[in-house]
């Protein structure tokens, strides 16, 4: 019989199991409805029937739009085929899928990376009804680790000291070639067991077919990363495991190198998280749950592993904990009054980990609202930053600042006289100074100490210099051994003050390596910035101008600019042919001619063509200019060395895809500068190409060509160098031989093979019986040093007619040929080829 008291108990027992249920319902509706994830329900044709707010974020459709889409529509097309080999499978296993990744079209037009997770639903009968799952925003993760991926260029794989299992093992049969101690660890199995037994024998997977679906996956390119399986130890412990692996090739037999993971742990994290909230459970940020005092009353693991708290010491304390102390309260005064007004807010703190080291978080604070609008918790999630802003910060500073002195760079100088230039409309009463310093003999000690040698003393330099300006100049390395300072509020005569004083620091300054001590000057060009006519280009030109006068001056001296300098007017001349310089050779404006050079000693009987190729500089409107024009200026100021580059290149570019021209000289001859004797990049770079093109191009019909004079200023370079280049089968001639009136006993020095008799003795030797002794003697004394010669600037035939009777080898000139484009002359070329092709064996024209 049922009393009173005992219905009444019976009542109050069920009012509080709904009351229970109440809540839980209420707070897991917190949970979804407070999410950052995409939780949803759609139907077999992928029709959504439920969405929460957080849709809108991601995608930009409110959930009302995305019901009449099929989310299918959304899906990448790319993704599409493992879309619907995973809805096959989930219809045929009765399962879902777990942390798939997809990418998904927003409102707007832009790709998003989602996670996603789901179940599938049957209907009573048994049939697909649909699937219920959530999606995480993942986007701005695969573009972190895809720009880290990008910028890795070294992987330590210190295997042995990593806490997670690795294995190589071979793909054929699964025998290990190698185990970490971890993995032998984790497996209870020593290494000795494991090294030369295969996965089969150890028992190593719970389930083998395991094995055959990760291989299928690595055979299908696919990158494999967290596979989840279970493993067996050697006692029998089953063993969950997260696997990422990929295929290598070891002594030609294919191999995985496999990282296993025991996830034991997060397997039970995530199972304690499901009963809080989905959403929250698969979450890769760090977070966190308060009441309205923010005392804490959940967080999961991803906050410990960032932290270094336990969870036990997080949980009812205060996020406080992790506060750093260093960010400035009004943020925090912020955060409160926005968050206690219902608001989300979002920003970036500097936080502290338990050991004391610190990191930045892009955190995100939302309150939870309950039903009567009120705020009842709120939820935290934190993404550590730190390597994104250090890496920003990094390249921030590499931006303005040079690597290797710590100065402002080029870049950041140039900006920064802008902002003097701009700022001269406001203050046309204000002065400022400009310094060029370009070190003299800097490139002695580079060359003869090495490169390392030369940093350091670049480094030094810099203290020195900084050490004679103000904290509020600037001082930058603009360029390998160029300083420029900008003085700021700066009258003229402090200028001068400051450039003597720097003039004297850098004369006193002894640098001292390798138990030898070396000094180094300074030219310095000195610009006063007194009023705003001038661009920033301008004053840059004008300080450039000067400081390269103040080296022709003859150097370690300061040039003041002044317009109306006669020095700095033909030096304005020569700086614009620099500048066309640069522009031409930024747009490739530069041809190569062609001028035949001929047989004419009677002695030979055999006729060859031999081509010299010259350089012509084609200007912005179409005009053909002659070296004699632009070269000076070019080997004044350092470029010589940048056109003789562009003329090899063209060369080799030309005879690798035109390799029969060839077959049909002689040789042809290339003219190199002074300054590239000495300069042992170009040299490298000359071998480099003959190495490469060694199979293609018969080096023994290359020639190249040195004046006279930069063979005997340059002597002992120039022996180095023309032996390098010999040794690999080139040839050599010396160009404008007798210009130097120099002795003949250098030439025992110079293993060249031509000797080019200079035209100014050439062109008048049938009316002067001196320019005739003169090349009857330079010709005989070549002969005797087994070298052929060639005579310049033959302009007729009667100039021909003597040379032949002296018994020179060879003659050039416009009475021989005018030089032609280097193109016409291949055209002309492989015209007549083809015509001698078309010949029959009768000799007649097909």
Partial sequence: MITLSRLKKLFSIQSESEKALIVSEKRYHDFITSSQDWIWECDAKGYTSYSNQAVTNILGYTPEELSKISVLDLIHKDDLIDVDEMFSECVSTKKGWYNKLFRW???HGQWRYLESSSVVMFDDNGNLSGFRGIDRDVTKRIEVEKAYREGLKTLNNAFDATPDGVSITRLSDGRFIYANPALAEMSKCPLEEIIGKTIYELNFYHDPRARKELIKKLLSGKMVSDFQTDFRSKEGEIIPGSVSCSLVELDDEKCIISILRNISDRRAAESELRKLSTAIEQSHDAIYITNTKGVIEYVNSRLTDLTGYDKEELIGSKPSKWKSGVTNSKVYDVLYKTIISGKVWNGELLNRKKNGECYWASENITPIIDPEGKVSHYLGSQEDITEIRNLNQQLDWQASYDGLTGLVNRKEFERRLERIVTNFKNNANDKHALFFMDLDQFKVINDTCGHTAGDELLRQMSNILQR???KQDTLARIGGDEFAILMEHCSVKHAQRVANN?????????????QKVLRVGVSIGLVPITDNKFSTTDLLKNADIACYLAKDQGRNRIHI?????????????EMNWVAQLYQALNEDRFSLYAQSIIKINKRTSKQSTCYELLLRMIDDQGKIIS??????????YNLATKLDKWVVQQIFDTLTVRP????HVEFISINLSGSSLTDNEFLNFIVNHLSKNIEIIDLKKLCFEITETAAITHLTKA??????????????ALDDFGSGLSSFGYLKNLPVDYLKIDGMFVKDIVDDQIDHAMVKSINEI???MKMKTIAEYVENDEIKGMLREIGVDYAQGYGISMPVPLDKLLNEHETKMNNVIKLNPDGKTA
């Fill in 502 to 514: 720097l003039l004297n620091a850098v004369q006193e300054y002894q640098f001292q390596w390798n």
């Fill in 719 to 732: 022996s180095n160098f023309i032996s390098r280049l010999k040794s690999m089968g080139c040839k050599f």
């Fill in 660 to 663: 029969e021209l060839l077959q």
């Fill in 782 to 784: 070549g002969h005797v």
């Fill in 105 to 107: 079209k927003t409102k």
């Fill in 561 to 573: 600019y002044h317009f109306e300098d006669e020095d700095l007017v033909r030096k304005h001349g």
């Fill in 627 to 636: 070296p004699d024009q632009f070269f000076p200026a070019a080997e004044h």
């Fill in 468 to 470: 004679k300006v103000r």
